[in-house]
């Protein structure tokens, strides 16, 4: 029993120290301070070229977790699966789905996030090697709603949440709610909270959800996008998202799409370039593929990329 909990403890304190926002785990504000820091890693390779300012910004079944008020703007079904190449043999994957549903006048979404890392070695207390290998992995499953009312839109989402660690696993449960309220079709201000929940539990350790709220706006004018986010963690630092799209259309039914962004959370621990982020994608018929990336000084780069696909 010591020895699963001395493996516990130290992957639970790996996990602290890194997979909080991409970026965020490199505050000292913020290590070690709450667990499933997965849950605070982003989604999609949009999200990340324009610096995750998303919490106004309508993202298709995506905004499930950046905003579900935004959900209420998905004109069609559409799904889309997400694969992020992080350091250390980390690879965070989702699928995310969503559906306008006449009979509830509204849209209806799901998501289901897995992060894992290839497997590792367990020691004990006494640093001594046990057999094998574990493969320590967190998930996420979300369902949501969404409804517009006028200019106002508002959404909400319940999360299931499970972790595994050698042979210890904890459960929590999470909700997530916002709206969005369009003015002119072009301004776009919006308010979300994500995970309000339970605390997990990993053998007789206790730990909260990365509880977080966030205020954005976004602008739209001709091709281009601007948006600019605030986001208050309840453990960490205050800090601030940037984002800029420009989309333009090709011959047929194909588009393309250039991002950037920047996040100062990375620049605190880091260096200012950390907080940099490009990204673009490119749409052909009902298809879209975008890509995302995000220089992270010494520690390496992050790789994300999404292929959808929308229904008519």
Request: charged share 15%; net charge neutral.
């Amino acid at each position: 029993m010591r020895g699963r909990s001395i493996v516990v403890a130290a992957w639970f304190g790996f996990l602290g120290l890194w997979p909080q926002p991409v970026d965020a785990a490199f505050s000292s504000n913020q290590a070690g301070t709450s667990g499933a820091q997965f849950l605070s890693l982003g989604l999609d390779a949009r999200a990340l070229g324009m610096g995750e300012a998303m919490t106004s910004v309508p993202d298709g079944p995506h905004s499930l977790y950046w905003n579900p008020a935004a959900l209420a703007a998905l004109p069609n079904p559409e799904i889309s699966l997400s694969h992020t190449q992080l350091f250390s043999d980390f690879y965070f994957d989702s699928l995310s789905y969503g559906r306008p549903v006449s009979s509830l006048k509204g849209v209806v979404a799901a998501n289901f996030s897995l992060l894992n890392q290839t497997g590792i070695t367990a020691v004990t207390n006494t640093a001594q090697p046990l057999p094998g290998t574990f493969s320590p992995y967190s998930s996420s499953l979300s369902l949501g709603y969404a409804r517009q009312m006028g200019p106002l839109q508002a959404g909400a989402a319940l999360k299931g949440i499970k972790e595994q660690l050698y042979d210890a696993s904890a459960y929590a449960a999470a909700l997530d709610a916002g709206v969005l309220y369009s003015w002119d079709k072009r301004l776009n201000l919006g308010f979300a909270f994500r995970n309000w929940g339970t605390k997990e539990k990993f053998v007789n350790q206790s730990f909260p959800l990365p509880f977080e709220f966030d205020l954005g706006a976004s602008y739209g004018w001709s091709d281009v996008l601007f948006a600019a986010d605030l986001s208050f963690p309840y453990y960490g630092a205050t800090n601030a998202k940037f984002g800029f799209e420009y989309r333009a259309a090709m011959s047929g039914n194909s588009a393309y799409a250039l991002r950037a962004g920047y996040k100062t959370l990375p620049a605190y621990d880091l260096n200012v370039l950390s907080g940099i982020t490009i990204g673009g994608g490119f749409e052909l018929n009902r298809f879209s593929f975008d890509f995302g990336f995000e220089p992270m000084g010494g520690l390496g780069q992050v790789y994300r990329f999404s292929l959808g696909y929308r229904w008519q």
